[in-house]
């Protein structure tokens, strides 16, 4: 383990740690007041939610069965690869320190096309496969390139466009219409890939303006732009109704395709499915002591009160600046993200529990928690891969995407559910 990997590790113990040592003070300063139920209160919600996250877990094995397994059948038809050529001219842009026909512009593109399908188990490998590859061509093995800040920057800026996990969680949670925040993820995400793209491109003087860049990129634009221009002329019920219908036939129609190019291809869909199906049941049981952990902590600290304590601090300052505050509850998932993915849907699994899975304050989270990525973590591994100690501007562009994408979350929640 690298050292950087291992220091965002003992950030999170720390984190962890915080919230039960936060708690047992104010839970103890509670009951000198005269509160004789908060260590009850507390106990309970440990039990609880130890349930809880064990019975989430579970209900999960279905639904990331079939999403792995449809994954699959897309993987081995060749969707990644088609992915990859029809971004290739636009990253050669991007990536100009990269020679010609360089393995590493494979990978690159791979592993962009694999964290858009959402196919995290692929996406990771290639992942560090092309940061070795790009490190060949680095002087300075010590120090990250342009190359390889692109990248990882790119890589933080969540790329995924299949959030199946989130939509999943809400599902099980009851919303009545689960993916009615497919559409705004998208959103959201393009914005915060796009911040990522604007900023790494200023420190690195790339130009945007070439005529591939400009049709690729302002074409995306464009379309996004004008899809939130649409919406801002539509009645609320409208644009629930629309984002329901599209979100649907989006999702169904992206399955179906990989099937249809499955049968194209002559490609055996029911044993890929079957394949990737036993890989959504090992990530669905995999996830339960980190579900455990985190909701475990985060529900103590809720039931104690200090949570309320933190929101309203964020509230209050939020409303001395004249905003409506109703997003504030989806903060702890926006500060959480940067540090711990498990963590985060922990906080957003939680705040659906708490208040229910179409309350405003919950679809923030979930748009929250699609549109941004761990931060911290994917520094840590890529550039751990490679010993890279010297990262450069990485971060900041990073955190700086991270941002946008919280921002823009939150304004298409008001959007779409204000």
Known sequence: MSKTAAEIIMALNLIWMFFFFITFIVAVIKLLNGDTEVFQDIVNALFDSSQTAATIALGLIGIMAFALGIMKIGERAGVIDLLSRLVNPFFRHLFPGIPKNHPAMGSILMNFSANALGLDNAATPLGLKAMKELQTLNEHPDTATNAQIMFITLNASSLTLLPISILALRQQAGAAYPSDVFLPILIATFFSTLTALLVVSFYQKINLFNRTVMLYLGGLTVAVIGTLLYFTTLAPEEINVISKVFGN????????????????????AYEAFVEGAKEGFEVAVKIIPYLVA???????????????????????????????????????????????????RGLMVELMNARGPDDFAARASAIIQGSTETTFYVLAVYFGSVAIKNTRHALPCALIAEMAGVVAAIFVTYLFFG
């Open 249 to 268: 036939l989006v999702l169904f129609g992206i399955f179906t395709s990989f099937i249809f190019m499955a049968f194209i291809r002559r490609i055996n």
């Open 294 to 344: 985190i909701l475990v902590a985060v529900s103590v600290f809720r039931s104690s009160g200090t949570m309320d304590y933190l929101v309203n601090g964020i509230r209050f300052i939020v409303e001395s600046l004249g905003f409506d505050s109703r997003f504030v509850e989806a903060m702890p998932v926006a500060l959480m993200k940067p540090l711990s993915g498990s963590g985060a």
